[in-house]
């Protein structure tokens, strides 16, 4: 079976007609089928939006589950999708450019050492492009999901009924008393709802929970339209209130005040400091897994207050060699006795918490890459290197070099 030209055309318009935004229609191979246009793209720019379609068809094929969102060095967004009809050849459906925030024209000029004719001809296409919010981009994403049920449909005109004649006042009274409130409060509902549940999981610092949660969320949490054509300031702002209820949660979960001013201080700077959707979009997904870890690593929910102090002491000196004595004196308490209810509550000995401590410590300073060995082993508290890489190796089961190379 061959698929219909009008299927093809069918879809490519619906979604140019939905969203006022350059649409295409490709092969695998990145031949245009159809193409519909919105925006002309400036004659300098054409090679460089040649170059992002044929990479969007590339990896769009590589994910056929999954909607793709690539945004090129110019700030130009795309979303791309292959999909298949009647099981014959893939296609893939490209729509872009648009924005997520506004650019920064001066930075391009500069970066790009373009004429006064070329920078005439990028802001007139800037402003021509649409500037699209995270929770739309992701109403076009589960538009795009629908591609392959999208065709024709008959449309029924009906005819404009009779009605009696009312004042306008009445009208509009009568418009008034017939609106509900009750979707509106469905939808506030339902973020609270989901809002509970990541907190829930942050306290229990449960990661797989909390993936799940977060694909709940998406565009429920799209406060765009309190800042008009300010997309960076309304995602900061959303950035700054998740930080806060995750701190909440961690907090609920009995993680030490230290802890959480650290990590909560950590991301406010953080979070002012970003400038892009992109980094920010990052920066959330940073919060999320970094606020669960902390949890897994520093709660002390469920532990006798002997060995809460204890698992406070040694989590707030990780990197000093541990005295027995001075822990002692800090819990008002005999050595013996401490490290058997320590055993007996969490199932490993002190010396083995401090080791799983200064692992966890080790293993974002791995992921830098240009630290040595060595370097990371005496800033986390062994003297010596091989010790390290042993400990290392016993609790993750690879080496430091394996896991910094992986």
């Not at 590339?58 to 060095?73: L, M, R, V």
């Not at 967004?77 to 292959?82: G, Q, V």
């Not at 006798?304 to 000093?320: A, D, E, G, I």
């Not at 004196?329 to 005999?334: D, V």
Request: aromatic share 10%; net charge neutral; charged share 25%.
């Amino acid at each position: 079976m061959t698929v219909q030209p009008f299927h093809l055309s069918a879809i490519s318009t619906t979604f140019f007609h939905l969203t006022d935004i350059n649409t295409v229609v490709t092969t695998s191979s990145g031949a245009v089928l159809l193409h519909h246009e919105h925006d002309p793209t400036p004659e300098f720019l054409s090679e460089w939006l040649k170059e992002d379609i044929a990479f969007l068809c590339t990896e769009a094929q590589q994910s056929p589950g999954q909607c793709c969102k690539y945004t090129n060095t110019w700030g130009f967004t795309y979303l791309a999708k292959a999909f298949r009809i009647h099981e014959e050849r893939t296609n893939i459906l490209v729509t872009g450019p648009f924005l997520l925030q506004v650019p920064d024209v001066n930075r391009l000029y500069t970066s790009f050492k373009l004429d006064q004719g070329k920078r005439i001809e990028l802001e007139v296409f800037y402003r021509g492009l649409k500037l699209i919010s995270a929770a739309r981009v992701q109403s076009m994403a589960n538009v795009f999901e629908q591609i392959e049920g999208i065709s024709q449909t008959d449309i029924r005109e009906l005819e404009l009924q009779p009605e009696p004649v009312r004042s306008p006042r009445q009208r509009s009274v009568e418009l008034m008393l017939q609106q509900s409130d009750e979707a509106y409060i469905d939808l506030i509902d339902l973020r609270y709802q989901i809002e509970q549940e990541m907190i829930m999981a942050v306290q229990h610092g449960d990661h797989d929970t909390l993936q799940k949660v977060r694909s709940k969320m998406k565009n429920l949490y799209d406060f765009s339209e309190r800042f008009p054509n300010q997309p960076v300031r309304a995602l900061r702002n959303a950035l700054i209130i998740l930080n806060t209820l995750l701190r909440v949660a961690a907090k609920n979960a009995n993680v030490q005040p230290f802890f959480l001013h650290q990590i909560s201080e950590k991301f406010a700077k953080q979070i002012e400091r970003t400038e892009t959707i992109q980094s920010l979009d990052k920066l959330m997904t940073r919060l999320f897994d970094e606020y669960c870890q902390l949890v897994r690593l520093h709660a002390v929910k469920g532990y006798s207050p002997l060995v809460q102090k204890v698992l406070q002491f040694v989590s707030l000196r990780y990197n000093k060699p541990l005295s027995l004595e001075e822990l002692s004196q800090e819990c008002h308490a005999h050595p013996a006795h401490i490290s058997r209810q320590f055993k007996k509550e969490t199932g490993m000995t002190i010396t083995d918490f401090q080791q799983k401590q200064r692992i966890e410590e080790a293993k974002p300073l791995l992921r830098k890459g240009d630290l040595s060995i060595k370097w990371i082993a005496e800033s986390i508290g062994f003297d010596d290197p091989g010790y390290f890489a042993r400990i290392f190796k016993k609790i993750e089961g690879v080496t430091p070099t394996q896991f910094q190379k992986n």
